[in-house]
């Protein structure tokens, strides 16, 4: 029995993306000939045929290609829930800044976020990595192997490029030129000392 | 520390500081030699640095000062006299708080941003091309439910988040709980199911139409409890219809 075939047999049942490991652990054979029989396996499949290898969130599973994607559709007929605005928008946010808090993603949005957040959670695409170690101690939430997934993504090194830490500098300085514009009297600090804190 | 006689300069401290010069008590230490009014002067002053004077010692002698010369002391005087001491101790306390690293919380910093959402929509959309692209490819059992349970009841498109909202809703119109006394009962769920019942109709209708009346937060718990049992038994149906969550009377079994 070839790898290649056995190889090919293991993702066709798999129902989630296989890592060349566990492959490798299953088929009692080293990491490096899956590695290879993958290589060869994907070639072979893009040759000809419906169906097709992919890395998808971090492992090899097998789909059928776009170009049978309508008669699938219309055979199947997935029921497709679609992602709202602003669940969009909170999703990017966690997907660029994760570990983060809901506060981080409020000030990103500037409105509240409570609602989207849950929403994510139930879908599975984004989850609870544990708690910022700062007053009140925050729930960090970061995106899951479903939102990869979903999104057609390897890693999330292949998200789009975005330079966040130069968009809150500009958000930085946005705010303070508004605050100068502003023509609010401005009070006098209060005089230095330790009563009442 | 030791009783001295009462000084003029002790009383011209006393007068700076605007209130009656303490009791005569001589503090002897590294950081400070003076009587407890001058203490207090140059601690107001900013002259001597508080860390360096036991406070304890000085707050047992007037402890004892006060206890000894009860009987023909001015009440007033001694009790400005105490405040002026728990100033000193306030601001020893203070002194010796750990300070916080003077960098902002994030809590501060958030508010200091403009959100900037808008410069965020290119990869938003990006984010959008993936997911068409995504759903170009079917792979085995492509689509999760989202869900690691199975509910005994259909809800259609309603999940537990929407109802959340629902009750949330709810409770932005609920009044303040009223204290009331420990002995009075608690409708039971069963009561409250039945009054549920009675504000539905067949007819789905947002909750809003649903309850109209005035309402707790309790009561709001309460009745959304009901609720959830009469759905779960199927008596009571939600649904989305026209953008909103629906509720009605379900099935009588």
Known sequence: MKLIDSVHALLFAADSPSDPEQLAASLECPAYEVEEALDKLGERLSQGGPVQLVRIAGGYQLCTKPEFAQIVAKYIQPQQSKLSRSLMEVLAIVAYKQPVTMAEIDAVRGVQSDYSLRQLLEKRLISDVGRKPTPGRPILYATTQQFLHLFNLDTLTELPDVDLEELEIQALIKKEEEVENTDQPTLEPLPSGESGG | MSK??????????????????????????????????????????????????????????????????????????????????????????????????????????????????????????????????????????????????????????????????????????????????????????????????????????????????????????????????????????????????????????
């Open chain 2, 4 to 253: 001295q006689s009462h000084t003029a300069k002790d009383d011209q401290a006393g007068g700076l500081l605007g209130f009656v010069a303490p009791p005569d008590i001589h503090i002897e230490c590294e950081a400070f030699t003076g009587s407890l009014a001058m203490l207090f002067h140059c601690v107001k002053e900013r002259k001597i640095d508080l860390l360096g004077v036991p406070l304890a010692p000085i707050c047992k002698a007037y402890f004892e000062h006060v206890l000894q010369e009860s009987g023909d002391q001015d009440l007033e005087a001694a009790a400005t006299a105490m405040t002026a001491l728990a100033y000193l101790l306030e601001r020893k306390a203070w002194q010796l708080i750990p300070k916080v690293d003077e960098e902002p919380d994030d809590d501060d910093l958030l508010e200091q941003i403009e959100p900037y959402i808008q410069e965020l929509r290119p990869a938003i959309e990006h984010l959008r091309d993936l997911r068409d692209e995504r759903s170009l490819r079917f792979f085995r059992q492509t689509e999760e439910t989202g869900a690691e349970y199975e509910l005994p009841f259909d809800m259609g498109e309603v999940g537990a988040s929407d109802l959340a909202l629902v009750l949330e809703k709810l409770l932005e119109r609920a009044k303040p709980d009223t204290v009331e006394p420990p002995t009075t009962p608690r409708r039971s769920l069963s009561e409250q199911m039945i009054i549920v019942m009675n504000a539905l109709s067949d007819e789905p209708k947002p909750i809003e139409e649903v309850v109209t009346e005035e309402f707790t937060r309790s009561e709001v718990v309460w009745w959304f409890l009901a609720m959830l049992e009469l759905i779960r038994l199927g008596q009571a149906r939600v649904r989305f219809a026209k953008g909103s969550i629906l509720f009605s009377r379900g099935e009588v079994s």
